[in-house]
């Protein structure tokens, strides 16, 4: 093999794509006014929660001020960091549902500098039908938010696997949109769909939203499979395809076990490593602050 061969090789990314260098971002003078992104995906059980965690802890490390949203009844992401939802009176459903309650005195530290969390549980599931019959149903998120929107810089709201009308307030709130996609075909060929809502909100509601990137997770480049999958979204979705990839590994359900996000409970692993880099593209693609 050739050195200009080699030296090609040794340059591409995950994604078949020579991999940019993302560098450390400057310091923030302040905090606010907050990016808020979705990350939203209808079919489950391709690591949302667990990135939008990572992500989060992977910003606030660089010194930004993030506020993680759980949108999801299951409660995983506030579970995920340490947070008993069902010990809680007042969640996000109480929000979305009461005016009269402050989203300052629902907002739960976690062990993370610099990472809030507002708390949800199965409680949220009934949001979906008592959401019907409010006036302006599609933007009962984006109330909720405006009160905090100039103490973060970045919110990362953690929507329930379906396109109802709580991922509908979601990206009605939101400026960006995350889409976290396993390398396998059946995830592929519900993206379009997902592509589909958004360009809706973008059109009915929320003309400000817009995809920052598909996020490529559980990936394990071993296998044809993944890598063919990889190259036909990367081929079908040039410009909106993240280089950074998070790669299948055990520790990231050991961190869930422990509440922890990846950056803390293995901070020298790959994974760790790969949502460190992903936030720093976001920040380079002014995805984030």
């Avoid at 910003?59 to 506020?67: D, I, M, P, S, Y």
């Avoid at 959401?131 to 149903?137: D, H, I, P, Q, S």
């Amino acid at each position: 093999m050739s050195d200009a061969k080699q030296t090609l090789d040794i340059n591409l990314g995950p994604t078949g794509r020579p991999l940019p260098e993302f560098p450390q971002p400057a310091e923030l003078d302040g905090h606010g006014p907050a990016r808020v992104i979705s990350m939203v995906n209808q079919k489950g059980g391709v690591g949302k929660t667990t990135s939008v965690i990572s992500l989060g802890a992977a910003l606030a490390e660089l010194g930004r001020k993030v506020l993680l949203v759980d949108l999801d009844p299951q409660g995983a992401l506030s579970a995920g960091t340490g947070v008993n939802s069902y010990e809680l009176d007042v969640t996000v459903y109480n929000l979305l549902m009461d005016r009269r309650h402050d989203v300052h005195d629902v907002i739960q530290e976690t062990s993370t500098e610099n990472l809030d969390v507002l708390p949800a549980n199965i409680d949220l599931s009934a949001a979906e039908v008592q959401l019907v019959n409010e006036v302006a149903r599609e933007m009962s998120l984006a109330r909720v938010l405006r009160p905090v929107m100039d103490e973060y810089d970045v919110v990362i709201i953690d929507c329930q696997p379906s396109l109802g009308l709580l991922t509908v307030n979601a990206l009605a709130a939101s400026h960006g949109v995350i889409i976290p996609l396993e390398p396998e075909y059946f995830a592929l060929r519900g993206v379009a769909l997902l592509v589909e809502t958004i360009e809706k909100v973008q059109d009915r509601i929320n003309p400000r939203l817009e995809i920052d990137g598909i996020l490529m997770t559980m990936f394990d480049a071993r296998t044809l499979h993944a890598r063919e999958v990889v190259a036909r979204v990367v081929e079908a979705f040039p410009e909106t395809v993240l280089h950074t990839t998070i790669n299948r590994t055990v520790k990231f359900p050991d961190a869930s076990v422990a509440a922890e996000p990846i950056t803390t409970f293995a901070s020298s692993t790959k994974g760790a490593e790969a949502y460190r880099q992903l936030a720093r593209e976001l920040i380079a693609r002014g995805a984030a602050a």
